[in-house]
């Protein structure tokens, strides 16, 4: 059965950090591509950051470049999301995704990720 798993959400301040995890298993091999998305309320799911297969290469939104940092350990099959300097606009549930590939032609298009796990609320207060 393929499952990904976010864990690490919560309630933080403006200005707060969170480490968001996303930990794999099932046919989803460690080598996959990996993506993170954000949904706010009333809004349109977003494109938040993506890494290739061996974290050679990593993609970001403008709105969380140099806030926020992806990352992976393959090893343990897990995803993970840094994210410093948080803004109250940051408040959504946040997705891990996984490509069936190890890499991205389009990192930011959701239609890129075959596997979706059921997100983490983030909430940032001001």
């Known amino acids: 059965q393929v499952q990904l798993v976010e864990s690490g959400g919560g309630l933080v301040q403006v200005g707060d950090s969170l480490r968001l995890s996303c930990a794999a298993s099932g046919r989803i091999i460690s080598s996959n591509a990996k993506g993170w998305f954000r949904q706010a309320p009333g809004k349109e799911r977003e494109f938040v950051a993506a890494?290739?297969?061996?974290?050679?290469?990593?993609y970001y939104a403008d709105s969380v470049k140099g806030r926020f940092t992806i990352s992976r350990d393959n090893a343990k099959n897990t995803v993970y999301l840094q994210m410093n300097s948080l803004k109250s606009e940051d408040t959504a549930v946040y997705y891990c995704a996984a490509g069936l590939g190890s890499w991205l032609v389009q990192p930011n298009r959701p239609d890129e990720y075959h596997y979706w796990g059921q997100g983490t609320q983030v909430t940032v207060s001001s």
């Open positions: 890494i290739t297969w061996n974290g050679g290469s990593t």
